[in-house]
């Protein structure tokens, strides 16, 4: 397995919905269940990540709103495949894996970097089967074409992430941007870890707003204050 975890091209939207159903089945072993739980409510998150969130997770069977930083996804998709749990990614043919390689577990990650004309039929086929699905786009969907998809992610089990784009309806919003850059010097190193300034709005409660230090470096282990 490669750092882009498993790679399903474009083609026809049944065809590919037929390789995106085969290859859930074969991700899916008796052994998840033990780790992640499709039936809990939230999906776990990196633990200090969780101090900010309503809940202190991801809900499934929900759409999350978060802003275009890869370095905040890139972290959550490596904490939920080292727990054991399945992510797909949608429309990010850029979103380098390669953090998740050496922090989560890459063979557990489907990327659909082209998902064709209608990529929200691509993302509710795999909100029916993985825990956490991210889902690049841009612009909003109007309440009309959010209907059908929100009803995909309800009957399914994962938790959607929409980076660039948001549903209508959508009630927790993650804002977020890398602030500092760890391990670089003058004009030598390498990036070792970055922070990144989170804010979460929610309608069930005042936003909240911390720095989560992503990463391991010896000036600071993954943390995160908040403020």
């Known amino acids: 397995m490669n750092q882009t975890g498993v790679r399903v091209a474009g083609g026809s939207r049944a065809d590919q919905i037929a390789v995106l159903r085969a290859q859930i089945q074969r991700l899916e072993t008796p052994d998840d269940s033990a780790q992640v739980q499709p039936e809990a409510e939230l999906l776990g998150v990196p633990e200090k990540l969780s101090e900010l969130l309503p809940g202190g997770g991801l809900p499934r069977k929900q759409a999350t709103a978060c802003a275009e930083c890869a370095a905040l996804v890139v972290e959550l998709i490596s904490h939920v495949s080292a727990a054991g749990g399945h992510v797909g990614v949608v429309g990010w043919p850029d979103l380098l894996l390669a953090q998740v390689a050496e922090e989560g577990d ?49 009957a399914g089990q994962a938790a959607l992430l929409t980076v660039g784009t948001r549903l209508s309806g959508t009630a927790v919003e993650i804002g977020a941007e890398v602030v500092a850059v760890h391990g670089l010097g003058r004009g030598s190193g390498r990036i070792r870890g970055v922070d990144i300034g989170v804010r979460v709005a929610s309608a069930s409660m005042r936003p909240r707003r911390g720095v989560l230090t992503c990463g391991q470096h010896p000036e600071a282990r993954p943390h995160l204050e908040v403020v």
Do not use: Y
Not at 127 to 149: N, W
């Open 106 to 154: 890459v063979s557990r990650v489907i990327t659909v970097p082209d998902p064709g004309a209608e990529p929200w039929a691509v993302t509710g086929v795999l909100c029916e089967g993985l825990d956490l699905v991210v889902h690049k786009g841009t612009g909003e969907l109007s309440p009309t074409r959010a209907r059908p998809v929100l009803a995909k992610v309800r």
